[in-house]
């Protein structure tokens, strides 16, 4: 497809499980984003990607969560003993590079993974 | 730093009525900013952007947003809604000297009745 790929659409699990959320972005696209956007409220950030250079991890809320990427492909964000509070919807977005006029750019968003930890 | 306030949480309009969301911003120098709209259970979806020139914008949809450097406003307009604008309207912000990071406002729901 041509557009940013999010999986699982729906994730429901136990408290004190781990789950992994998966961000194929769009092919080209070598900065990548993921934000949390909690019920009524606008994105939080929680971490950039941009090609081969260290993550910006500053918006990520605890050290239960972390994210890889491989290369310029796909990011898997991963939060560790899930708590109640970390239910909400999780978006990953993609843009062309800041350096190639990426900054004017808009990201583009996939349709995010909807966690509910019981 | 930079931030964007968007002071209203819903906004009702009646079909064919024009349509205003608001957006005012902070930032240090000149900003970027974007408009996004999300529909339920879907992602944002990109509608308009101001970089430079032009204070009028236009984007998808028939929707358009005039940067007022004087009232640090970016007001999204529609000059008749459909049912179909109805979404959750989203502006964000990012400055020059920051490469990739934008901040989003709380966004504002609007509902457009037949």
């Known amino acids: 497809g041509a557009g940013v790929s999010q999986s699982p659409s729906n994730k429901v699990t136990e408290k004190g499980k781990d789950v992994e959320l998966r961000c194929d972005p769009i092919?080209?696209?070598?900065?990548l984003y993921w934000y949390r956007q909690r019920l009524g409220q606008g994105l939080e950030f929680l971490i950039y990607?941009?090609?081969?250079?260290?993550?910006?991890k500053s918006g990520l809320p605890s050290d239960r969560f972390s994210a890889e990427r491989t290369g310029e492909s796909v990011s898997t964000l991963t939060i560790q003993r899930t708590q109640q509070e970390d239910s909400a919807v999780y978006l990953c977005?993609?843009?062309?590079?800041?350096?190639?006029?990426?900054?004017?750019?808009?990201?583009?968003f996939g349709d995010g993974t909807r966690l509910s930890i019981l | 730093a930079q931030s964007v306030a968007q002071p209203e949480d819903q906004v009702n309009v009646a079909e064919g009525n024009p349509l205003t969301v608001k957006c005012t911003y902070s930032?240090?120098?000149?900003?970027?900013l974007f408009w996004y709209v999300q529909y339920p259970n879907r992602g944002l979806q990109f509608l308009l952007k101001?970089?430079?020139?032009?204070?009028l914008v236009k984007g998808s949809y028939g929707f358009e947003a005039e940067f007022n450097k004087s009232q640090t406003s970016f007001h999204l307009k529609k000059p008749s809604a459909l049912v179909s604008d109805s979404a959750l309207y989203f502006c964000?912000?990012?400055?020059?000297?920051?490469?990739?990071?934008?901040?989003f406002g709380a966004g504002t729901t609007v509902t457009v009745r037949a």
């Open positions: 977005a993609s843009s062309l590079a800041p350096g190639t006029g990426g900054a004017r750019q808009p990201q583009h």
């Open positions: 990607f941009q090609g081969n250079s260290a993550p910006d």
């Open positions: 964000a912000v990012r400055a020059p000297s920051n490469d990739y990071k934008l901040s």
């Open positions: 930032v240090s120098g000149n900003p970027y």
């Open positions: 101001y970089i430079t020139g032009d204070n």
């Open positions: 092919s080209g696209h070598t900065a």
